[in-house]
């Protein structure tokens, strides 16, 4: 392919990539930018142009070492729900911007240490990106056809300007915002389709080369497995390679964590916390995807290559070498897409590091603190997009002059090694409050030192003098400084001989200067805050302890000067709500320097945040003992504020029992009203009759005819007897209702009960034409109070009565033994019950509206009085729903 | 001409005795038991007055009431309230609805009759 085409590809390819990113930046909010596949699709960056070619150079060359690389992040994903998550919340809360911001908040914003962590940052993955625009230059290289050509200027390689094109790509999507710690939307958006596109076409790759190229797995072992040393390269050799392979994990366990192209994914683009559940079972899988087919086309390549010169990029030359240029292409932009989204991300966290702990804290304070508020923003942009444009260059000259002549694999585990230092301040920090910034300082300085000797050095010395005389005799000869085998240990690979020396001296003199040395009180709040986090975050802007004079407008003053006039106003105006302070407060406290220092964190990183507030503040020291005591009570506070949280939520839910209980109160005061004013006018309804009937009898004047007159006394009579009747239901129900009835209880038949009850109304029901029928004739003794049985049974038989239809009408009572009690059925062929019913029938003066008599003869006391009886009997009473047709009533009584 | 009254009650005995007593005036006298059969009759006749109790079953006297002043013109018609709810609040409700008077039960007959009668004067 000629290396216009290439190159209009790889333009057009960036383009999209643009496109997506703009895309996202445009709909921020979108659930197509904000979903968890979308994060683990960015943790995925880790996966570099190193996992794309290198690791099948390892695979070629020394079997199955490249897999350790990936068993650590597999082992620390389940992890992440403890300790990233803890990270996140942190970071969050603070409004960290990057890892050395991360770092140095914990050892109480100390500049220096930020400082040492952007460097080492910087030195661990500045030879990285290089190794990534090597990836891009050598597959360049191979993918264009004329491979004599080689660039010996700057201004006609290649690769210089696709490193351009990607530093304009970084510095236009990574500094929208002066806030850092805002997310990178549109970058997270196109890192994560990358991820996508490198795994595909990998895999695609994987299956063109086992399964066309070659029949599947098994032939390419049967034909790989006759080639010599292959045994050595498939198995573990011993305790040393067992040391290698710890060593190697445990290095890769702590990357994960600390490269700070991981950091800016897992913890500062992270949106929700949920997220993470998917991501630590989604991502180790995505890396097993990616593992697949590595041991497999090393073997194909081993096999048709015959040797491994060119291993890293197998994946290219066996399309090639079957003319299959077009998958090349696929591989190539997969490559690519590895390429880019490493090197963008880490670019974009090298420059926030480098602005916000480097060039602003050291130099550009004085400037900003005189500079307009508009211009200070612009500033700072322009500090980060030249650091994204420098630390591109630098890559590239780093590539120039020196990684030509490295493997990709070497390259990184050099990067690994470096970053690997900040892991005892990082991750003992995070769990131990007593690790103190001296401590840091001191345990980061002497592993860097220690990894350059025993890795840089000799890797450097080699390249330029040529010989490994270095290597061979050690640091003036003497046999115990030899860097790959310090103080004899001598079985080690490098990497891991160099990661064993530097980290276990790192560890050992940051436990020691820790419990040496006791922190300042400020170093001392930030490790509460950061080792129980869950609390602090509790205490928020409480969480630091300050003592001092300060002043509002002073702090006010600084805050435009990085925010702008109506940024700062509006900020402030929200602390002062939400701490329910006068719009005029005067003194601040420190609370506010606090929250003022988050609000310029983002900005300017937490360091110089601290210096520009206590630029403006007079602090007073305060002792150690006195920090940890208000920490102590603060954290008291809380727990009070939990206790009285619990006794007012106590007493809200006692307040609405009360009020549950008066209202049941009052509803029986209306209850009782009621029933005295329906009892009033059940009362008055006979006593008119009586009275309109007997005024009108005793009209001497008229000569009423005498049927009429009859007629009249008869009404007086009916009147009469319903009201009797009436008083003596409202007594009985009184006394059952308040329990002041004895019951007569005595072994009597029920069966002899029932038949009463028929014969005193079979008369009514012979008028009505309606059938009675006794179900069951067996005789059945218990025990019974007989009057109010029967008072119970009359009830129900002349309700089924009154509710038959004439002539047609059939009642049937009958009974059976359920569960140690009688079971009494009575069954009618009516209307049925009303669904409106239901509910109402067993009160007392309830009467249903599905009545035929004009009048009915009851009280409307009939059921409720019923009910009492039955219960007073410790039986049940209920009207079966989903009757077809008619009414069913049941009532129990037990036998005891 | 004889002068038309509708008496509305659920209880056979009351509306007995008044249907004597306004018989007895030369009312010719109607009866509905509850308010649905109100309307039956007031399909085809125009009473001079009504004579309505409150508490019946299905249509209540205040819905009754409430109906014929939204849906009839009957101007003319004098409505009576005879109920056994005699408390100040369902007076003033049945006044309010629109009632001429509201009389309270037990009653003289003698003084309803006088009482619709000077009405209808």
Known sequence: ?896 | MKRKILIVDDEPNIVMSLEYAFKKQNFEVFIARDGSEVFEILKGEIPDAIILDVMMPNVDGYQTIKKIKETLNLTATKVVFLSAKNKASDIEKGLKLGADKYLTKPFSVKKIVSEILELLN
């Open chain 1, 1 to 896: 392919m000629n290396n216009f085409a290439l190159i209009t590809i790889i333009i057009i390819y960036l383009a999209v990539l643009f496109f997506i990113a703009f895309f996202a930046e445009k709909k921020k909010q979108s659930k197509w930018v904000n979903n968890p596949y979308v994060y683990t699709l960015s943790l995925a960056v880790y996966c570099s142009a190193w996992t794309y070619y290198g690791s099948i150079g390892i695979a070629a060359n020394s079997g199955i070492n490249f897999l350790p690389i990936y068993l650590g992040p597999v082992i620390a994903a389940p992890l992440w729900i403890i300790v990233l998550r803890k990270v996140i919340r942190i970071s969050k809360q603070h409004k960290i911007s990057s890892i050395a911001d991360f770092i140095s908040l914990r050892y109480g914003n100390n500049r220096f240490l930020g400082a040492l962590v952007t460097v080492i940052c910087l030195f661990g993955t500045l030879p990285y990106i290089s190794l990534q625009l090597k990836a891009v230059s050598e597959t360049f290289e191979i993918m264009s056809d004329n491979t004599s050509y080689v660039s010996t200027t700057v201004i006609d390689d290649s690769t210089f300007y696709v490193a351009l094109l990607l530093a304009i790509f970084a510095a236009f999507f990574g500094t929208q915002n002066t806030d850092a710690s805002e997310k990178h939307k549109g970058i997270i958006a196109s890192v994560a389709f990358e991820s996508i596109l490198k795994l595909v076409f990998f895999l695609i790759i994987g299956i063109y080369v086992t399964f066309y190229l070659f029949d599947g797995t098994t032939d390419i072992y049967n034909k790989i497995s006759i080639t010599e040393n292959f045994k050595e390269l498939t198995t573990l050799k011993g305790v040393e390679d067992g040391f290698n392979w710890f060593f190697m994990i445990a290095l890769s366990f702590m990357a994960i964590f600390l490269l700070p192209r991981q950091f800016q994914v897992s913890v500062l683009e992270n949106n929700r916390e949920k997220h993470l559940k998917k991501a630590i079972w989604l991502f180790p899988l995505y890396l097993l995807l990616f593992n697949l087919f590595v041991v497999f086309i090393a073997w194909a390549g081993k096999i048709t290559f015959l040797d491994t010169k060119n291993a890293e990029y197998y994946t290219l030359l066996l399309p090639l070498e079957n003319g299959n240029s077009f998958l090349a292409t696929l591989v190539f932009l997969g490559g690519f897409s590895a390429v880019i989204s490493m090197v963008i991300v880490s670019t974009l966290a090298l420059s926030t590091m480098v602005s916000n702990n480097l060039i602003i804290p050291y130099g550009f304070l004085d400037k900003f603190i005189r500079n307009q508020p508009d211009r200070n923003s612009k500033y700072i942009k322009n500090i980060r997009r030249i650091s994204v444009f420098t630390i591109i260059i630098i890559a590239y000259f780093f590539y120039v002059s020196f990684s030509k002549e490295l493997s990709l694999y070497s390259i990184g585990l050099i990067s690994f090694v470096i970053i690997s230092q900040l892991a005892p301040s990082f991750f003992i920090g995070l769990y131990w409050n007593r690790g103190s910034s001296k401590a840091a300082i001191i345990g980061m300085i002497l592993g860097f030192c220690i990894a350059v000797y025993t890795l840089v050095l000799p890797f450097t010395l080699q390249a330029y003098t040529g010989t490994d005389h270095f290597t061979q005799f050690g640091f003036l000869g003497i046999a115990a400084l030899k860097p790959y085998a310090l103080f004899g240990i001598n079985f080690l690979s490098p990497p891991a001989h160099a990661f064993f020396w530097s980290i276990t001296f790192n560890v050992l003199s940051y436990l020691i200067f820790s419990l040496a040395s006791k922190g300042n009180y400020r170093e001392r709040n930030y490790a509460e805050m950061y080792v129980d986090s869950t609390n602090f975050t509790k205490l928020q802007d409480s969480a630091l302890v300050w003592k001092g004079e300060a002043y509002v407008a002073d702090i006010k003053n600084v805050l435009i000067r990085f925010l702008g006039e109506k940024r700062a106003t509006r900020a402030l105006t929200i602390f002062f709500t939400k701490y329910r302070l006068s719009q005029n407060t005067q003194l601040a406290d420190a609370r506010l320097i606090n929250f003022s220092e988050k609000l310029l964190t983002g900005s300017i990183g937490s360091a110089s945040a601290k210096i520009l507030i206590s630029s403006v503040v007079k602090e007073e020291q305060i002792s150690l003992v006195e920090v940890l005591k208000i920490l102590e009570e603060s954290k008291e506070n809380i727990v009070n504020n939990k206790v009285l949280l619990e006794k007012s939520n106590e007493l809200t839910q006692l307040s609405s029992k009360l009020k549950g209980a008066n209202s049941k109160l009052i509803s029986k005061d209306k209850q009782k009203d009621e029933f005295l004013d329906t009892v009033a006018h059940e009362l008055k309804t006979p006593i008119t009759g009586i009275r309109a009937a007997t005024e009108l009898l005793l009209d001497e004047d008229d000569d009423m005819p005498k049927e009429i007159k009859t007629q009249f006394l008869k009404n007086i009579l009916q009147d009469s007897d319903r009201l009797g009747r009436l008083i003596n239901n409202i007594l009985d129900f009184e006394k059952l209702e308040t329990g002041r009835i004895d019951l007569n209880l005595k072994l009597n038949n029920l069966q002899k009960t029932i038949k009463k009850v028929l014969t005193s109304i079979s008369q009514l029901a012979a008028k009505k034409g309606v059938k009675l029928i006794n179900k069951n004739p067996r005789e059945l003794f218990l025990v019974f109070d007989e009057d109010k049985i029967h008072q119970v049974l009359t009830n129900l038989l002349s309700n089924a009565l009154k509710f038959c239809p004439t002539e047609k009408g059939e009642i049937i009572i009958d009974y059976r033994l359920v569960n140690e009690e009688v079971e009494v059925v009575i069954e009618d062929n009516g209307k049925g019950i009303l669904e409106e019913d239901f509910s109402y029938i067993f009160d007392k003066f309830y009467q249903s509206k599905n009545q035929n008599t004009i009048k009915p003869e009851g009280s409307g006391f009939g059921l409720a009085i019923t009910k009492q009886i039955v219960e007073k009997h410790n039986g049940k009473i209920w009207a079966e729903k989903d009757q077809k047709s008619g009414a069913k009533f049941v009532f129990t009584i037990p036998f005891n």
